[in-house]
Each structure stands twice: as structure tokens, then as C-alpha cells.
């Protein structure tokens, strides 16, 4: 039987029907709109000064120096790498079960809610607020940043892995089920091939994360190359910050390129 397409084009359905109430709303935003930028203060002086500062950035960055510098950035590099390999894999470790938890069509409400709790408060704190509070606590240097990333990665992978869980092909998993399956070869024989794919991609994404995040991080004591730079930038050596962006972007490109050409080998 040949697929029925409709005819005609329906508009979809409006959440506010009344036009005059539409045409209100939208008047309303753009007068707040036209308040808000009212109220930035702009200092035009501190404005000029800061182009002209941006100007030597951007002639250090096209003269980078990779040589004055090279035993810190090497270091600041060496730790980064080790911090964004090491959070990942165990941040990763720890967000299996956390998201398989969060998942309600596979374990019970009360198991649910604390492991939806769990990821909440992962992703309800961003990176350098967290990387503050733990280089407090540990003092400076790549463990505190190591912390942080792991922890940014569990409710990273954990949130997205409980929702790909929560969409699989139920039929599967009746089928497996109606086997008389116990929850553990339910789990390896119906939700497992079905996400595994995707937790692959997700995790090679969060890889690529970790090390963005280190050179922020970084800023604030955490350790990695981002504590190489904020160094530069304070001495305004912009030649050796602008060498250290560069390799950021090249480690960033060669980590996509390589992640893309996994997950189309992994399909």
C-alpha cells in the first residue's frame, strides 16, 4: 500500500492565537530589548586602549614563538594531555552506571531520582566554578583540574546516555525480556548494542571537551596549558600566547578529524 502524503500545507498550531496578544508580546520584547542595551556602559577610551592592545595580540599571534618558551608549554601541554586522558576515561567509568540509573524505563523510581539528582548538580556547576572551589581545597596544579574535569564529564555523558537509554527500541527489549532474560542480559543484549554507538561518539566528543577545558581551567590554578598562557598574556608576551593558541587549535583539529573518522568506522 503506497504511502498517503497530504495535499495541502496546514499551518501548525499557534500557542497564542489572539493576534493583538502576539503583536504586544513582540513590541514588548524589543522594548526590553532596547532597554538593555541601554543600560551597557560603554567607556570608549578603555575601548580604543583595548583595540589597541588587541592589535599587538594579533601581530603576536601571526609571529608566534615556539622557542622562548618551549619547556613551559611542553609541560603545560604534557599536563593538559594527561589531564583531558585520564578525566575522561574514568569520568566515563563512573557515568556508565550513574546513567544506566537515570534511566526510568530500567530501574526503579528511587534509583531514578538519585541518580538524575546526581547528574543534575554535575551539570547545574560550570568548569572554572568548580576548578576554583577544588584548587582551593587541593591547592594548585593538575589534580585539582583533573577533579574538575571528571566531574564535568559525568554529567555530561551520564545525562546523555540515561536519555539514549530512555529512547531505545522497546521491542527489542521485550523481546529479550519475554526469554525470561534476568535485568543483566537485558542490559548486554537489548540496550547495549543499541548504545553503545553512541556512547563511543559521546565520549570521544568529551574528549575533545576535556582538553578545551583545560586551557580555561588552567586560568584559574587548575594546572595544563591554560596556566602557560594566562602567564604570557600577564607578561604580554603575545608571540608565546599566540604559539600556545596554535597548538590548541591543532591538537582541537587533530582530535575531530580523528574522532569523526572513528565514529563513521564505528557506523
Known sequence: MSAQYPGTWRRPPQI???????????????????????TVEVNWQRVSEGLERGQRFVMGFLQPDFTSRWRD????LLESLTMTLTSTVIGVLISVPIGI??????VPRPVYLVCRAI???????????????LVAMFGFGPFAGFLTLTFATIG????LLADDIEEIDEAQAEAIRATGATWFQLLNY???????????????????????ESAVIGIVGAG?????????????????????LLIIIAIVMVAEYSSSYLRKFLQ
Not at 608549554?73 to 603545560?76: K, L, P
Not at 553503545?196 to 575533545?208: E, H
Not at 594566562?230 to 600556545?244: H, L, Q, V
Request: proline share 2%.
Open 224 to 244: 595544563g596549558i591554560g596556566a602557560t598562557l594566562n602567564t604570557s598574556i600577564d607578561r604580554y608576551e603575545y608571540d608565546s600566547a599566540g604559539a600556545i
Open 73 to 76: 608549554i611542553s609541560q603545560g
Open 101 to 106: 540509573g537515570a534511566a526510568r524505563n530500567l
Open 190 to 212: 537489548a540496550v547495549q548494542p543499541q548504545v553503545m554507538p553512541r556512547l563511543i561518539g559521546l565520549s570521544l566528543y568529551r574528549l575533545d571537551i576535556n582538553f578545551r
Open 16 to 38: 497564542i492565537r489572539d493576534r493583538r496578544l502576539r503583536v504586544a508580546l513582540q513590541i514588548a520584547v524589543l522594548l526590553y530589548l532596547a532597554l538593555a542595551f541601554g
Open 156 to 159: 555530561f555523558i551520564a545525562k
Open 119 to 133: 547528574v543534575a548538580v554535575s551539570r547545574s556547576l560550570q568548569e572554572v566554578i568548580v576548578a576554583i572551589f
